[in-house]
């Protein structure tokens, strides 16, 4: 590989690492926090009453999904389903945008740039290839 396409191949391997720590803190919260994650899930999706154990579900099938991504493994199928989780999260968050004082809700913004990545990563995967099981 040369210095032209090894340059794009990091910065897309360091975006793909940033995303799976992220996406591996919030699901590892669903295993530690099933709690947390029903106020969360009944707050911002609607779904309240969820079990803890359907959140030790969520979070098993989420972690497989993320563990491809991380690996570059079926990178339309994860790339695109990572985009699909974040771009959920961050659409129902819209509440907190329009208050962005108030609360943390600052923090709600940081969301957008992941966004981006996200889908700078979807759109780019075929590029993403160091460290990567689908060259």
Known sequence: MNHADRQPALSLLLLRLSVFLVMVMWTLDK?????HAAGVYGEFYSLGGLSHELF???????LAVIIGFVLGFKKRITYGAVLLFHAVSTLSSYRQYFAPFEDVNLLFFAAWPMLAACFALYSLRDRDTLLAWDK
């Open 31 to 35: 295993f530690v926090r099933p709690a």
């Open 56 to 62: 030790y579900v969520v979070a098993a099938l989420e």
